[in-house]
């Protein structure tokens, strides 16, 4: 098999993984001479998916012992199976970025002999990049379960990020679709390298220069929409890993209907919709002090596919409002809809020097047809009536035409509401 | 009312400084940029550094300056006088002007920013850099790209940063920049005819491209608007987008219709009452798996209803499959000696397999053919495992025994490993205490003959741990 005839299986093995982020280190390793990690990240190319191609995402091998049901690669799928060598990915990585069509390398694998015998494959692969050809662009290595707590930290060192994937929502889930793997053991490698990120910043601190460990952190991937358990167990499962692991990401994948597929799951993908509602929802945890459980308000504890997190959160919670742009504090101003975070900054910067009508807000490019109904302005704001009116959930909601071509795929990678 | 000629930010700085020391103010001043010079006047404007006068520098923030270096490098016409108006504003009475984000004239420079700041990351996202085939020792690259604003540059030093120990050169209609692994070099705009046309490694990374996308989400929309159509051009992989959109509802299709897995499972033949004998009539006409096509019959768990010990091996054998009884081949045999020798009476027990159906290959010899077993997959596993679970669910056993690692790992885990786990009682959901052991199919492979009655030692303690 050549080269080409890999990248295909391999590539293709590997396009139902979400994380696609390349940004988080602050700096380039130092004596590198091909490749840097400066500010964010960036998206070389686009797929018609309207994904971006920022990484190489292949997989070393996708021959694997283990049988998850999600997985196309189990055991028990006939799909077509290929190995790179590890000079073969190291050869790949440099010509590609050579030519700037990636950011970096994100490398997973199949389990082949033993967790640990597979772990180490992939660092040799980073390691050959660190130090024989001097990379220092981007690197993302996907750990491998039960792989031993050595190897993991020797990974940190050449890689930018570490990821440990949390595969499904909750416990009774993973014993479903995968039951090799456990959640004990899945959050003690998370734990593992949190600790020794832990440990590296403390040196730093205190002087010492200690050899860098994944300088982007860690981040972790969840298949959404292959069991029926609702929003809220899986944003409580994020909540808890962003405050307990300190994770930079959690990665929310829509179950894709795969090629041979197991028939216990579903043969149609969820609305990429959900997806999108739950990355909404997880930066409203991280970035506007929301909590898991408030952020779901249905009833059947899923998050309302026809309006975004924040605005359904607002029409459960008109109490809380009117909030005077022009007073309220910074932590109220974050819950208005259509109200994003920089706005926020921008209104407190321009409130010291003048105060602010509602043709200010158009001009800062608020979402003002869903802000409208909930903020007090320097003039009169007419749209504020509504906002104890049974219709008012079908005057904010956005156009349906409008929510799936615009709304829902702008801010599918970032989030942001 | 001067008129006041400039090409670069550099020249603006020079003039507007001096404009304002001598406290000229924006409506006096009309600016102008290289291209309407010359289709609008004949005689030579005064330059920048034809005024006279060394002004105090102003105090201005220092984001201003910023500001203006991107904005300066827009394509729009208007971008010194709206500067300079901005820069008299600041020095005017509005020292916190920036901040006020919704000000008309910050308004249109943020965008104007905005602009070039974009322009510049789509810079350093679709520079495509082809090997040139020198057959030198020293690799080039080199790139063609078509920017909408003046931003070479503000973007070389990135990819001089970037791909330091690198020769290469971009290139773009208005200007284009080397990179000798020293310094940058900066020289007149090329057209896109000069630039090489292709890189041997470009089918391989349309290879990626392609593998890369997922047909069974398409989202042209974001796509064009992350990737403007415009660059499309210097991306090779974007010529295979059309292809890609039009195979997508046929691929995804497709992968919805490949599902492999099990239609069904034993659970789809079970009877309406759990208790054995209606069990094995049913197991009888199970077609949960492909495994009944080939084998002679359903090969049903026999012994005790009342069975305090459940023993499981893990699929019928040839004379098994033949005879329809659980182990009575010479695996059989070696059990019955086993548990004789452990002090139980196999009548008290009961004995079944994982896999109710013989899987085997078919091989000739010169005596004929003959059938070769054949380890069951996960998915029969999986498929039989229901009629394992409505035994023992039948029966309640205080025992189970596992007998290899085959019938051990679906009641256990994939983790489970024979040599390490043998002998250990543990606690499974099918029942409190659940032991493996070695299969005593194992034993009669092992050629070593002193691992082999060290097994059969073993085998024996195991059952006799149980009675």
């Known amino acids: 098999m050549d080269v080409r005839d890999k990248l295909t299986v391999l590539a293709d093995a590997a396009k139902y993984d979400a994380s696609c982020a390349s940004s988080g280190s602050k700096t380039t390793r130092p004596g590198s001479t091909i490749g840097s990690t400066e500010g964010m990240g960036i998206c070389h190319s686009y797929t018609p998916d309207g994904r971006c191609v920022s990484l190489l995402k292949i997989l070393l091998t996708n021959y694997c012992i283990y049988d998850c049901q999600y997985c196309v690669n189990r055991i028990s799928s006939d799909t077509p199976r290929a190995r790179f060598t590890v000079d073969e990915v190291v050869s790949l990585t440099m010509e590609f970025y050579k ?46 379960p039960n792989a ?20 499904l929502p909750t416990e009774g889930d993973l014993y479903k679709l995968a039951p090799e793997k456990r959640k004990p053991q899945i959050e003690g490698a998370m734990a593992g390298i949190r600790d020794k990120i832990d440990e590296t910043k403390q040196e730093q601190k205190a002087g010492f220069k200690p050899p860098r460990f994944t300088p982007a952190g860690q981040s972790t991937q969840m298949i959404v929409g292959a069991t029926d358990t609702p929003d809220v167990e899986v944003l409580k499962t994020a909540s808890q890993l962003y405050s307990l692991q300190n ?6 994948s829509a179950y894709s209907p ?44 899923n998050l309302s596919l026809d309006i975004d997190p924040k ?25 208005v809809p259509g109200i994003g975070a920089r706005n926020v900054k921008r209104i407190l910067n321009i409130r010291r020097f003048q105060s602010l009508a ?46 799936l071509l615009f709304d829902a795929a702008s801010s599918a990678l970032s989030g942001e509401v | 009312m001067q008129s006041i000629h400039v090409e670069t930010f550099d020249d603006w700085r020079d003039a507007a400084r001096r404009l304002l020391a001598s406290g000229v103010s924006p409506t006096d001043v009309q600016w102008i940029g290289g291209a309407e010079r010359s289709l609008f006047d004949d005689a030579p404007s005064p330059t920048a550094a034809g005024l006279g006068g060394e002004g105090t520098t102003p105090s201005v923030p220092k984001a201003f300056l910023e500001l203006a270096r991107y904005v300066a490098c827009h394509r729009e016409s208007g971008r010194w006088s709206l500067l300079y108006r901005m820069l008299w504003r600041l020095t005017h009475g509005e020292p916190h002007l920036l901040q006020v984000t919704t000000d008309d004239d910050v308004h249109q420079l943020t965008l104007m920013r905005k602009g070039v700041s974009r322009d510049i990351h789509k810079m350093k996202a679709f520079v495509r850099f082809r090997k040139l085939e020198t057959g030198g020792a020293e690799e080039q690259f080199i790139a063609w790209h078509r920017p909408d604003h003046r931003i070479v540059r503000l973007a070389a030093p990135f990819f001089a940063r970037r791909f330091s120990g690198m020769h290469w050169s971009i290139l773009t209609p208005d200007e284009s920049v080397t990179w000798d692994q020293t310094s940058l070099h900066y020289g007149h705009g090329v057209p896109v005819s000069e630039a090489p046309d292709e890189d041997a490694l470009e089918d391989l990374w349309k290879a990626y491209y392609a593998s890369i996308f997922n047909p069974a989400r398409v989202k042209v929309a974001a796509m064009k608007r992350e990737m403007p159509v415009r660059h499309w051009p210097t991306l090779p992989e974007a010529t295979l987008i059309d292809d890609l959109l039009r195979q997508a509802p046929a691929r995804a299709d497709a992968m919805i219709q490949t599902n492999e897995g ?25 077609r949960a798996c492909s495994l009944h096509q080939c084998a002679t019959q359903t090969v049903f768990g026999e012994g005790s209803p009342l069975a305090r010990i459940v023993l499981v091996g893990e699929q019928p054998g040839d004379r098994e499959d033949i005879e329809g009884h659980p182990f009575v081949g010479p695996a059989g045999k ?44 996960s998915r029969e596993i999986y498929a039989c495992r229901p009629w394992l679970e409505a035994e023992l669910a039948a029966i309640g056993p205080q025992v189970v025994v596992c007998l290899g690692a085959t019938a051990a790992q679906p009641l256990f885990g994939r983790d489970f490993g024979i040599t390490k786990d043998r002998g250990k009682v543990m606690r499974t959901d099918w029942c409190d205490s659940t032991i493996a052991t070695w299969h005593p199919a194992a034993i009669l492979r092992m050629q070593d003959a002193v691992r082999q009655a060290q097994m059969r030692t073993q085998l024996v303690d195991d059952l006799a741990s149980v009675k």
Not at chain 1, 397 to 402: E, F, N
């Open chain 2, 262 to 286: 099990f239609a069904e499972t034993a659970a789809h033949f079970m009877p309406e009452h759990g208790d054995l004998v209606s069990l094995r009539l049913a197991a009888a006409t199970c």
């Open chain 1, 258 to 301: 795969i090629p041979h597929a197991d028939a216990r799951l579903p043969g149609q993908s969820p609305p990429l919709v959900r997806e999108h509602r739950l990355y909404q929802a997880d930066w409203l945890i991280r970035f506007y002090g929301f909590d898991a459980n408030e952020i779901v308000a249905e009833a059947d504890q």
């Open chain 1, 148 to 167: 031993s707590q050595s190897l993991i930290e020797e990974a940190g060192l050449w890689a930018d990020r570490l990821s440990v994937n949390i595969e």
């Open chain 2, 334 to 377: 070696l059990l019955d000696e086993a548990l004789e020798h452990a002090g139980i009476d196999r009548r008290d027990v009961y004995i079944t397999n994982v896999v109710k159906h013989f899987k085997f290959r078919e091989t000739e010899t010169p005596r004929g053919k003959r059938r070769l077993h054949q380890k069951p997959d």
């Open chain 1, 99 to 144: 030519r700037n069509y990636i950011e970096g390398l994100f490398l997973s694998s199949g389990i082949i002999q033993t967790s640990d015998y597979t772990m180490e494959q992939l660092i040799s692969v980073a390691k050959k990049l660190r130090t024989e050809q001097r990379y220092g662009g981007y690197i993302h290595l996907k750990t491998i």
């Open chain 1, 247 to 252: 994770l930079r990401r959690v990665y929310y």
């Open chain 1, 358 to 403: 509602s043709g200010d807000m158009k001009k800062l490019r608020v979402a003002w047809n869903r802000a409208k109904f909930f903020v007090l302005t320097a003039d009169h704001n007419p749209a504020l009536l509504n906002l104890d009116k049974l219709d008012l959930r079908s005057k904010a909601k956005p156009k349906t035409k409008q929510l």
């Open chain 1, 311 to 335: 605005l359904a959160w607002a029409l459960a919670n008109r109490h809380y409002f009117p909030v005077d742009v022009n007073k309220s504090s910074r932590e109220e101003l974050l819950r």
